[in-house]
Nanobody
Framework: QVQPVESGGGLVQTGGSLRLSCAASGNIFSIPVMGWYRQAPGKQRELVARITSGGSTYYVDSVKGRFTISRDNAKNTVSLQMNSLKPEDTAVYYC??????????WGQGTQVTVSS
């Protein structure tokens, strides 16, 4: 069993920055895809960014140029650097680990609130 454990998040003003981090608890050799999702009140959960073990990245259009996802394969950690934050970025952010057998694991979520 692999459990993503998130840290970071909090309250920030518009234009500010936050960094989210996620580490894998449990003994795991490699995680093919690590990602961050978010869910705002009344909205569906959406993929924000993901990164493969080879370093390929994907970003949803709304965060391109503002957010950067990175990972440390040796430590099985993934981070999301969020700059130029906007009120519409307010959501609960979830770390996700995806494996080739389509098994996936979710973190407990961390709140990000951007005040206007």
């Amino acid at each position: 069993q692999v459990q993503p454990v998130e840290s970071g998040g909090g309250l920030v003003q518009t234009g500010g920055s936050l960094r989210l981090s996620c580490a894998a608890s449990g003994n795991i050799f490699s995680i093919p895809v690590m990602g961050w999702y978010r869910q705002a009140p009344g909205k569906q959960r959406e993929l924000v960014a993901r990164i493969t073990s080879g370093g390929s990245t994907y970003y949803v259009d709304s965060v391109k140029g503002r957010f950067t996802i990175s990972r440390d394969n040796a430590k099985n950690t993934v981070s999301l650097q969020m700059n130029s934050l906007k009120p519409e970025d307010t959501a609960v952010y979830y770390c996700n680990f995806w494996f080739f057998d389509r098994t996936e694991f979710w973190g407990q979520g961390t709140q990000v609130t951007v005040s206007s």
